[in-house]
């Protein structure tokens, strides 16, 4: 499985680590990354330009450590590595749009996407119970056993009536997912006490 990082992702990413919010990035090594930055300005092409900024960010994103992290995040979960042709990291549009999801084309090749918040990549550890909750979404979803379908049955149902249903059932499957990782000894999105005060109010 091939693994892509988002150009808007890796950018905003790295701004982030100038800025002071990733430990271990010194001061000495904020001024390099500004210098190699510089260097881009100099190509009078604006695509090859925007090549080079590309270029620099996606060096110092796998220089500091963060590359690593989302690549060790896939590595945790070698079915789902098995079952996709590629892996992509791209920036989430805002907080409701985090999250995975998985795409079949024509061919019946499978490809994952992950949005992310640029400020979750460089915390952790709240950055690794979230790959874990939603890549663990991704392998069921490619796991025969499972059994995953994206429609709900064929029964009608009113607009109120799919919407709880689908709430539910997102409910039930987050549940499951994060008591498969707690059982495996990994970080999840929430406890047992969290999940099973979600389970109450939910039903």
Do not use: K
């Not at 709240?126 to 499972?146: C, I, K, Q, R, Y």
């Amino acid at each position: 499985m091939q693994l892509f990082f988002e150009d808007d992702l890796v950018e905003a990413v790295v701004d982030l680590c100038t800025a002071g919010r990733l430990a271990g990035v010194t001061a000495a090594e904020v001024a390099r990354f500004h210098a190699d930055r510089e260097l881009g300005y100099r190509i009078p092409d604006p695509d090859l330009r925007a090549e080079a900024f590309a270029g620099t960010h996606l060096e110092w994103f796998t220089r500091w450590g963060l590359r690593a992290r989302l690549e060790s995040a896939a590595g945790r979960f070698p079915d789902l590595v098995a079952a996709c042709e590629a892996l992509v990291f791209r920036r989430a549009r805002g907080r409701h749009d985090e999250g995975g999801e998985l795409y079949r084309d024509e061919e019946g090749r499978r490809r994952g996407v992950i949005a992310l918040r640029p400020d979750r990549v460089v915390t952790e550890p709240v950055l690794t119970g979230f790959l874990n909750h939603e890549l663990a979404h991704l392998a069921d979803m490619v796991s025969p056993e499972f059994g995953y379908f994206r429609t709900l049955g064929d029964r009608e149902r009113t607009p109120s009536e799919d919407r709880l249903v689908r709430e539910r059932y997102r409910l039930l499957w987050a549940i499951r997912v994060d008591g498969v990782l707690a059982r495996a000894g990994a970080a999840g999105v929430a406890d047992e006490d969290r999940r099973r005060e979600d389970f109450v109010r939910a039903f």
